[in-house]
């Protein structure tokens, strides 16, 4: 069987456009030869998100309330890179920047990316990395934004890996972050 055809754009139009997202419609021409409106959303730039593990194994997770969902709920730590920065490095900042954490050193050994998720392909095409890094230690180095609430949490591989399972956390990266260390064999 032969995959689908993609889509033709014959325009695009922008419909709202502000900081954070930007929402565009466009005429297309389906394989059918029928024209359809869709609406695609429109990221602010590449987000990065970092599974982080201490000398003992256990993995920071951060509680923080989502409005969008409207729960508080468990996330790794993670934001936009900067527009140049290399992907590892802003995973490592904003890391350290939410939660006061870095690694002890950046090797291979210690940082390591895990692969990428589409955080919805059917609205756009934003995408979410995620980098693991090994050897957490305290800085205290943390700029919080103006609207990050959160709090600080190690937990255990069994937690999470059961926390998934039972649905308890269902963020996108965090769950990915589990599959790509387990496919990678880092985890069983």
């Known amino acids: 069987m032969n995959d689908p055809q993609p889509w033709r754009t014959l325009a695009t139009r922008t419909a709202f456009k502000n900081r954070w997202l930007t929402v565009e419609t466009d005429d297309v021409q389906l394989p059918s030869g029928q024209q359809y409106e869709y609406t695609r959303l429109v990221g602010p730039g590449?987000?990065?998100?970092?599974?982080?593990?201490?000398?003992?194994?256990?993995?920071?997770?951060?509680?923080?309330?989502?409005?969008?969902?409207?729960?508080?709920i468990?996330?790794?730590?993670?934001?936009?890179?900067?527009?140049?920065e290399e992907l590892i490095i802003g995973g490592l900042r904003e890391l350290e920047e939410e939660t006061g954490f870095a690694p002890v050193q950046v090797t291979p050994e210690s940082v390591r990316y895990l692969g990428a998720v589409w955080d919805n392909p059917g609205f756009g095409n934003m995408t979410s990395h995620i980098v693991a890094a090994w050897g957490l230690e305290h800085t205290g180095n943390t700029h919080l934004d103006p609207t990050e609430f959160v709090s600080l949490h190690w937990v255990t591989m069994d937690w999470l890996k059961e926390?998934?399972?039972?649905?308890?956390?269902?963020?996108?990266t965090t769950v990915a972050a589990l599959a790509y260390l387990m496919v990678n064999g880092v985890l069983t």
């Open 163 to 172: 926390a998934v399972r039972s649905g308890e956390v269902k963020e996108r």
């Open 74 to 84: 468990w996330q790794l730590p993670g934001g936009l890179i900067h527009e140049g």
């Open 46 to 72: 590449i987000g990065v998100a970092v599974i982080g593990f201490n000398a003992a194994g256990e993995i920071l997770l951060e509680r923080e309330y989502r409005h969008g969902v409207g729960e508080v």
